[in-house]
């Protein structure tokens, strides 16, 4: 029965001593892999994502008591989700104190690190068009082509306005076209 | 162009009865129809193309609906929305013919039951944990107070000895101040190192290993007063039970 509860009651039963954990596990539940995949393709490895994905769980656990119901909690969990991949991505940069194309090498590298990695292959191709692009395009272009967010979604995730996240994408899916044809 | 009559001729001689009957329209068509049919296709297209919120607000007999203006923008970005809201999908379609036949080819892996054990996983971790006292902790504080108590004893003397041999009031050298002026001691002693506490304690003479046992013992896990009628052994038991080669470390 419980799985079939909305957000807002969920989010009621939270602020329940009694079923705080029952209903967290739910929005967990509800939530988990589409998120996980959201960071996963944004930090490549499994061990990565699941860090960070963990990592943004337990801040939501500290922060949902006073989420405020005016925005909704798909895009609010979108959001920290983005945050919290973006942050990993920095302290990565900070750690190894290189410049951001090296970065995107290690992105890349981890990437080729992967045990089904096919370079001649076309959708492994495109994972690695998409680690060269520069991080806010690539998140744009992950939550429109894989997770098909309409841009007034995305406008209040990324806090952007829908033509600018229009303009991205269309730059970012030409940028990978190009890289795939002539690689 | 052939005229009527010819189209009558010919309609004679293929059926004398058909055209006896004559050409009649026997369907009539509402009051006004024609006058108004324009008029009509022009809404019908407007709501079409959702440039209307309700097609009530029309009045027929205008040339633009009433309210038709201050509902046109709202009306054309509620159409917008709707559009965006299919076209994830055929956007990429139009953009790269490439990228959309191969939209549903995933290349990562998850290890097996991960997503089954997430949630536990993170509840284990936000759940509040049982306090763990930490007796290390609690050593080194014995320690630094140790230590701290002959600092001060050292520098009470010295500052006795200093100041019993003169008579006037003299100022103090800085260092000294500095030393009296410590106003938090926890703060000053967690700068002294464990090691520094043991070589001072050594070189002092000090057994540190009875040191180490009295910094190690939580009064409330003492055995209790009964206990020592009971066994003539239980302090020992008690002390045995704590190995210091652990404390130490």
Do not use: C
Request: glycine fraction near 4%.
């Amino acid at each position: 029965m419980t799985e079939h509860l909305d957000d807002q009651e969920l989010l009621i039963q939270f602020r329940e001593p009694a079923t705080k954990e029952s209903s967290f596990t739910l929005i967990l539940k509800k939530y988990q892999e589409k998120l996980y995949w959201h960071i996963r393709r944004m930090v490549v490895s499994h061990d990565d994502a699941n860090d960070v994905l963990q990592n943004m769980f337990i801040k939501v656990w500290k922060a949902l008591d006073n989420f405020r119901e005016d925005s909704q909690l798909y895009t609010w969990l979108y959001r920290i989700a983005t945050n919290e991949s973006l942050t990993f991505l920095e302290k990565e940069k900070k750690r190894s104190a290189v410049s951001f194309s090296d970065v995107e090498t290690g992105l890349s590298n981890k990437l080729k690190a992967d045990k089904h990695f096919d370079a001649n292959k076309l959708e492994w191709k495109l994972q690695a068009a998409i680690q060269k692009l520069p991080e806010k395009q690539r998140v744009v272009f992950n939550l429109r082509y894989y997770d098909e967010m309409p841009y007034e979604k995305m406008s209040k995730v990324l806090e952007t306005s829908e033509g600018a996240l229009k303009a991205s994408y269309h730059h970012a899916v030409k940028k990978i076209e190009d890289f795939i044809l002539n690689s | 162009m052939e005229n009527r009559n010819d189209i009558l001729d010919e309609m004679k001689e293929l059926s004398p009865t058909l055209a006896a009957i004559g050409n009649v329209n026997v369907f009539t068509v509402p009051g006004g129809y024609f006058e108004y049919l324009g008029a009509d296709i022009l809404k019908g297209v407007e709501i079409e193309y959702g440039l209307v919120a309700d097609p009530a607000v029309f009045v027929s007999d205008t040339h633009v609906p009433a309210g038709y203006f201050e509902l046109l923008a709202d009306a054309v970005l509620e159409k917008i929305k709707a559009d965006e809201i299919e076209d994830a999908a055929t956007e990429i379609k139009a953009l790269s013919p490439m990228l959309y036949n191969i939209q549903n080819e995933h290349v990562f892996e998850v290890p097996q039951g991960y997503f089954e054990n997430l949630s536990e996983d993170v509840l284990n971790k936000v759940k509040p944990q049982p306090k763990v006292i930490n007796i290390q902790r609690h050593t080194s504080s014995f320690f630094k107070y140790a230590v701290a108590a002959a600092f001060t004893g050292v520098m009470a003397l010295g500052v006795f000895k200093f100041t019993a041999n003169t008579k006037d009031n003299i100022q103090l050298p800085e260092y000294v101040s500095a030393g009296l002026q410590v106003q938090n001691v926890d703060q000053e002693l967690a700068k002294i190192s464990d090691v520094e506490i043991v070589k001072y304690l050594e070189a002092s003479g000090t057994d540190v290993n009875a040191a180490f046992v009295a910094s190690s013992i939580d009064n409330n896990e003492l055995p209790a007063q009964e206990d020592y009628f009971l066994d003539d052994e239980a302090l020992e038991k008690y002390l045995n039970s704590i190995n210091l080669d652990d404390q130490k470390n």
